[in-house]
């Protein structure tokens, strides 16, 4: 078995601590290790984003990223996102426009649009669609997907 690196970062404004073996991703080091299993597994090869998560303001793919290169650095997942009384305005837009079916990619989705209204808060259609260019969505939800983004801009 390979030995395992004592890793230290920020996740959701924790300070968190865990062992993880050097080929980890941080994809399964969230989910099998911190038990946070919001950003999902889809493709584990970059494609789909459905394991988006923001690592130092960045939108990253999880999956593409090992859980080593983390240590000193800040993670944000879909679980930060809301706080104890409500939802988070992406989120409840995200269910006023019924922008899921299955569910799986929402999450990633979800995360993507926190990265983009973080930086652009007032983006245009063409904007929100571009960014969200590298999420797919199996039940093709995207003309409610990108509804909900702006009106959660709208919201915000
Ligand atoms: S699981 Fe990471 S991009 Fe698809
Ligand atoms: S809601 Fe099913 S993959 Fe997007």
Redesign the pocket.
Known sequence: MARKSHVQTTINGETVEFLCEPRQ?L?EVLRDELHLTG??????????????VILDGRLV????VLGVETDGHTVETIEGLADPEALHPIQDAFLENAALQCGICTP?FIMSAKALLDQNPNPTEHEVRYWLA?N?CRCTGYDKIVRAVLDAAAAM
């Open positions: 991703s994809l950003a999902k597994e889809g493709c584990n090869n970059g494609n789909c984003g459905a394991c988006s793919n999880s999956c593409l990633g590298g797919l």
